[in-house]
């Protein structure tokens, strides 16, 4: 029993290193990276972090990799953000690899409202014409 738990967790080793941070405007500013992953609507609702890019939420591995890495380097640090920090960890588990630096605001944008970052408004059709 021992053997099989020292190789699940040599085997978890081998994956990147998923960070959880707070999300707040110190750690934001800290990364030149960071992709929103909610829909359009919660973008409107809300507005979206300066800078950041916006990716398709999928659950299906290789295309959510495919439309992150379109749109960032993911050879570089790079962190995900969603409305309340479950999709984006669920999708830092999902795309997870040993080549990856992921980084999940904790409490998604929510949360970071909630320490004071101002948001900018989503500039987007689906804003102006919702239905």
């Known amino acids: 029993m021992k053997k099989q738990y020292l190789l699940i967790c040599c085997i978890c080793c081998l994956y990147s290193d998923i960070k959880i941070e707070e999300a707040n405007t110190q750690n934001i500013s800290k990364h030149t990276q960071i992709v929103d992953v909610r829909i359009d609507a919660e973008r409107c609702d809300i507005g979206v972090v300066k800078d950041a890019i916006n990716a398709k939420f999928s659950m299906d591995k290789d295309t959510m990799l495919k439309e992150i890495s379109s749109k960032i ?33 904790d409490g998604g944008i929510k949360a970071l409202i909630n320490n004071g970052y101002e948001t900018r408004p989503y500039d987007h059709m689906d804003c102006i014409f919702p239905f």
Do not use: M, Q, W, Y
Request: charged share 25%; net charge positive; glycine share 6%.
């Open 73 to 105: 380097d993911i050879s570089k640090p790079f962190a995900l953000i969603c409305r309340g920090g479950r999709r984006s960890k669920a999708i830092a588990e999902l795309i997870d690899n040993s080549d990856l630096n992921i980084t999940v605001f």
